[in-house]
Nanobody
Framework: VQLQASGGGLVQAGDSLRLSCAVSGDSLGSALMAWFRQAPGMEREFVAAIKWYNSNTDYTDSVKGRFTISRDRAKKTVFLQMNSLKAEDTAVYYC?????????????????????WGQGTQVTVSS
């Protein structure tokens, strides 16, 4: 499985961006897809996750109401729509995949849950 993230850029506070994660390789039937982010000097942080087969989602509290994760089955792509961006959203954003059937929400936010990672895309929000 290969993940290709794109869509990052430099924006001003309050602006919007949409990140994309194109997936190639194995079937995604029971996959759990997620977005993480990592700011300089910080640990990798969970942002959002989505179950491929039923679109159940989860978000970290700091992005609830501003970010939306979604997927397009036909295009095998996961999106992260980011609205009302803040300076503290500045980070490299990574998409990740866990192909093993996983309904334990307690594990969705853990980087160790995911076996496949994209290369990251930089999001910079100026205040």
């Amino acid at each position: 499985v290969q993940l290709q993230a794109s869509g990052g850029g430099l924006v001003q506070a309050g602006d919007s961006l949409r990140l994309s994660c194109a997936v190639s390789g194995d079937s995604l039937g029971s996959a759990l897809m997620a977005w993480f982010r990592q700011a300089p000097g910080m640990e990798r942080e969970f942002v959002a996750a989505i179950k491929w087969y039923n679109s159940n989602t989860d978000y970290t509290d700091s992005v609830k109401g501003r970010f939306t994760i979604s997927r397009d089955r036909a295009k095998k792509t996961v999106f992260l729509q980011m609205n009302s961006l803040k300076a503290e959203d500045t980070a490299v954003y990574y998409c990740a995949a866990d192909l093993i059937y996983n309904v334990d929400r307690r594990t969705w936010s853990r980087p160790g849950t995911y076996d496949y990672w994209g290369q990251g895309t930089q999001v910079t929000v100026s205040s």
